[in-house]
Structure formats: C-alpha cells, structure tokens
C-alpha cells in the first residue's frame, strides 16, 4: 500500500453525531513507509500476549532526556467531564484511535495528521482498536459500548459490506431472551486468534441484566464461531456452585478487561468480574463460577481448559480488571495475572499450575440476614500484596464513625465496612507490563478504601448504597500514603524488585505521596517504563532496572490511558491520549500527542 492511490476520504460534516457542529480537517496521505526501519504497534498490548513490551532502543536511558513533542492531535469534540482511555494502535506507519466521542481516526503516525475518519455515532468509553490483515485484505475492527462490532476497510474507512450487515454485527443478537433494553457492549479491544476475533462484554452491575458469555465471531463475515458461558448452564460444570436456579438470566461474571492470546499453544485466557449483584449475594449462594476467574480457553473451540478463582462468592466488587500478561518464569510458558485483591497470580500456561504456593485463608462471616459469605478466600504467598490487605487503626487518617474495619476480606455491613483494596484496587484495567530481559512484571496500583454499605429494602432483600470512599475533609484517602504506586515485581524470584509512590497532589509540599491511577505502563527494550496515569497529569519515564525517575513532561490534561511507542523510517515516538476527566476528575482534554528526540 504505497502512495495515495485510491484512497477514499470521508469528510467530518459527513460524519457528525450530535448538535454541536463537529469537523475534522484531513490533512493527512497515505505514508511512504520503510518496512525494515518501522517498528510497529499492532494492537493494545503490543502483541497477543499483552506484554506491552517494545523492542526499540533510540530513546533510552541516555537519551530520553531530550524527548520533545513531536506533535499533537485534537480531537475536537472534548466536552465537560469526558475522558480518552484509547492506546492507538500502528501499523505500517498509519496510527488509528477514537476520539472522546469514539469517532475512528487514521493518522499519520509521524505527523499527526488525520487521513480519514469514520463515526459509528457511538458514545461511551473505548480503550483500543484491532487490526487484522490477511496480506491482502486489512481491517479495523472495533465493538463499542452500544453493542455494535464493526469492520472497516483499513485503508479507507468505509464499512466491509461482507461483515454481518453493512459492516456491523449486533452483538445483542444471537440470544433467545430479548436484552435490547439491557446494559450491553464493549469498552475494551478486540482479541485476533486466526480468523477469529473474540470480544469482550460490559454488561450490568446488578440485576437483572445481560449475560457475560465469552463469544468468538468470524473476521471476514461476522458470524458466531464459539460460545463459552461464563454462569454454566445444568449439566456443565460449575453449574452446582450457583444454589438452586440462581445461575438463571445471572449478569456480571464478564471478560470486560479484554483477552489475552497464547498464539504458540492456542489459548485464549480471560479474567472474569464479579457476579451481579456485585455486593449482595444472597440470591446467589456459593462460590459462583466462572465469576471472579482466570480461564484458559482453547481458541479455536471456546472449550476451557482449566481455571482458577481469585475470589469465592464475590462481596466486594473484586473482580478480575486487568488483562492477563503472558510472560515467561524460570523457563516455563507463564501467564501473570494481576488483581484488585492487590495479588499476582502465575501459573503455567498450559497446565493452570500456580509457581507459587496458594492457601485458602479463612475469612469472616457476614451478619447480613440471608448472605451466605464463603468462609475462605484465596491467598497467594508469593509475591507479596501490591497494596495493603486491612485497614489498621495506625493507618487509618480519618475516624471511622462506626464502620467496620480490622479484619481480612471483611464482608458488607449495614454499618458500612471499609475494605481495602477499594472499588479501584489494587490494579485496575491499567493492566501490567512485562520485561522478558529481567523477567519484571510492572504494575501500578491503587490504595484508596471504599466503603461498602448496605440497606434493608422493602422486598425482603439489601441495597448497595453507593460508591462511596474513604476520604480526608480535603477530598484525599483517608489512610497514610502511598495513595498510588508501580511496583516492579520479579517475577523469577517472587519478590519485589523495587516499588515507588506515582504521582502527587501539586498542592503538597510531600512529593511522595503518590495519586490514584488509571492507565498502564509499557517497558522499552531501552530500558524504560513509560506511564502517565495520575491525577498530576504527567507522563513519566522511569528506569526499568530501579525505578529512577529520568523524565518527565506535563500533559494538557491528565494521562489516563496506556502509552504506545513505534518508530517510522528509524524515527522512534512515544504517544499518549490526554483526555484528562474521567473518574480521576481532573480538566477533560482531547490531545493525543506524540514525543521525540530532540
């Protein structure tokens, strides 16, 4: 695909989605790219595996001192409280991301500059796109939060009119019970296995509401390849941990975080959430498979293979965030898997064998009448908690006002119980980073308590009373510091190879405190790890072997989705949405922006 020859541009004014007038200026042309000296980013995590992992090495230890930007791209249609989460992908040269309005964008990735645009009159969340190529034919596919999946001509934007109807699946479809009016879509990219792309699910945080079934379609047509069903259905197994009929029309237990795909032996792992309702299960006693699960499914099937469950009988809303990480562990095929519990988890890939030791801990009974809350959880010895497990009095900032607090896995109460880790981690759908030349594992976590309260409702039953957090009259955590961390875990020994506070409040004269933090890392084979993700609304560089700050720049707006580095004819770029807003609050922006050496 050299040259601009036949390459259809679709104006913004033909494109536009709301009141407001909205227009994209195409600027851009189909680059000339040099192959051998391009380096691409061909989906979210890089690669398959999700490492997140580049190979480049012009900027670097020595020379990331003198990284500028390069170049900014606005989107245009930012607006009060909105955010950007989209890692871009690139692919011979032509970056594509969504907008804050999740219109599709193909840029320049040297310049910036916009070459066609595509709105699929979406709203909503997006973290990534996915391409597929077959040599000859390449798609952009991406499933967005309203329940449709697309298909469009990579090169040119329009739909491909042999993809489901017109382009668009409806992922609703396929389903004897009628889910139109129910929570339904995609936030997260698409997985590639082959011909195939596996899709991730929102659905709704109580119930009733849609199933979290993971489902795999064709690439070229659209059409239902598999169906793994995340509540089993009687007769499949795992079916007798739901009491009674309780398995029947059961939301939540969804792969929303996306897949991660073992292409050598096949596999596709997925990290289930939390089955619904997320903090009262007494209409659904048990430990409630596949909820709360790493699951290793064969590809080209949808048959599982094995799994394991990170939290018996979720109370808490710990589910699974974080795509899973493949890695490799004293020379065997490993796959990582990091959590809100504040674990990580390793097993063998093949066999769903943990490197480490995993005791069952006793946990506390609930008080609520009804709730059955399992009387252990699982708890990995090694490596150790990312974030703290229990709420201490010597911890604790602010009074706790007759919530309850002090013990492990401590269930939901009508007093109001402070968990830790909280509604965000632990980790989140930040994910991890992995270095295969240390064998470090890099995650950034959270540690802001939440407090989970419940109320007697007139239906016999108990209502959540909402999202609500443990905090200081000044609006911060109200347990001492670190609120915010990225931690470097090696993998190879299970222990920490060096752990730092990530991010500030500007207003302290403690520059050590760390924020909370949404969007990951990525590790360079430079030796760097790149992360904004704070509400300081910087973008850092980091020394992969210490963790030494060697960089940073202030962003237009907060950083609150993973970087993507690649190089175009030798020139190496690091890129990252600034969308600011979101749950972290700060001014909303609309500048994906790219940086350089000087």
């Known amino acids: 695909n050299k040259g601009d020859e036949g390459l259809k541009r679709v104006t913004g ?3 536009a989605n709301d009141a407001a007038p909205w227009k994209l200026e195409l600027t851009g042309k189909w680059p000339k790219v040099d192959t051998k000296t391009s380096v691409d980013w061909r989906e979210s995590g890089n690669d398959p595996g999700r490492m997140r992992h580049a190979k480049l090495t012009k900027i670097n230890k020595t020379t990331v001192k003198n990284l500028k930007p390069a170049w900014e791209f606005k989107t245009g249609d930012a607006g009060a409280g909105t955010t950007i989460e989209c890692t871009p992908i690139i692919v011979e040269g032509v970056m594509y991301l969504t907008t804050v309005k999740l219109r599709i964008v193909a840029l320049e990735a040297a310049t910036g500059k916009p070459i066609w645009v595509h709105d699929p009159k979406s709203s909503g969340v997006h973290r990534g796109l996915t391409h597929w190529t077959d040599g000859k034919l390449a798609r952009i596919l991406c499933a967005l939060p309203d329940g449709k999946l697309l298909s469009l001509d990579a090169r040119t934007g329009t739909p491909d009119t042999s993809f489901g109807k017109g382009g668009v699946v409806n992922l609703r479809d396929g389903y004897e019970r009628d889910l139109s009016k129910l929570n339904y879509g995609c936030t997260s990219a698409l997985a590639l296995f082959e011909n195939l792309v596996v899709v991730p699910i ?11 079934d ?8 659209g059409k239902e390849v598999w169906r793994f069903y995340t509540v089993p259905r009687p007769g499949e197994l795992g079916n007798d941990t739901w009491a009674k009929d309780s398995w029947r029309e059961r939301s939540g237990t969804n792969a929303w975080t996306g897949y991660t795909v073992d292409t050598k032996n096949a596999i596709v792992f997925a990290a289930t959430g939390s089955a619904a309702s997320d ?8 430990t409630n498979l596949f909820a709360n699960c790493l699951i290793a499914l064969d590809a080209r099937s949808g048959k599982r293979l094995w799994h394991f469950q990170t939290v018996h009988h979720d109370l808490w809303d710990h589910d ?4 899973p990480t493949l890695c490799v562990v004293k020379g065997k095929e490993c796959v990582a898997l990091p959590t809100k519990t504040g674990f990580v988890y390793v097993f063998e890939r093949k066999t769903g064998k943990s490197l480490f030791p995993i005791v069952e801990k006793a946990a506390p009974p609930s008080d609520i009448p009804g709730e059955q809350a399992w009387p252990t959880q699982p708890m990995p010895l090694a490596p150790p908690p990312l974030t703290p497990q229990v709420i201490t009095d010597a911890e604790l900032t602010v009074p706790a006002n007759g919530r309850r607090y002090g013990q492990w896995r401590q269930p939901p109460s009508v007093e109001g119980t402070i968990c830790t880790p909280g509604f965000h981690g632990g980790a989140n759908w930040s994910g991890s980073a992995y270095d295969p030349a240390t064998g470090y594992l890099f995650v950034n976590t959270n540690n802001v308590p939440s407090v989970v309260q419940l109320k007697a409702n007139e239906r016999g039953g108990y209502d959540f009373q909402g999202y609500n957090w443990l905090r200081d009259k000044d609006g911060r955590p109200g347990v001492k510091p670190p609120w915010g961390s990225l931690t470097a875990v ?3 020994k299970g222990t920490f190879a060096w752990r730092i506070p990530l991010g500030h409040y500007p207003e302290l004269a403690d520059k050590t405190t760390g924020t909370e933090n949404f969007g990951g890392c990525i590790v360079t084979a430079g030796g760097l790890v790149f992360i904004a ?10 020394d992969k072997d210490t963790g030494k700050l060697l960089w940073q720049h202030k962003l237009p707006a907060g950083g609150y989705a993973c970087p993507a580095t690649y190089s175009v004819n030798g020139k190496q770029f690091v890129v990252i949405a600034a969308g600011g807003g979101g749950k972290i609050g700060t001014k909303s922006g609309d500048s994906y922006i790219a940086f350089a050496l000087s």
Do not use: M
Not at 202 to 212: K, L
Not at 279 to 286: E, K, P, V, W
Not at 320 to 323: A, D, K, R, S, T
């Open 202 to 212: 929102i659905n709704s945080e109580g119930q009733p509401g849609a199933p979290g």
């Open 13 to 15: 004014s033909e494109v």
């Open 214 to 221: 993971i489902r795999a379609f064709d690439v070229r047509t």
């Open 533 to 542: 993700s704070t509400r300081d609304e910087l973008l850092r560089a980091f």
């Open 279 to 286: 903090f009262y299960g007494a209409d659904r006693h048990g």
């Open 320 to 323: 699974n965030p974080c795509p």
């Open 490 to 492: 090696d993998l190879n």
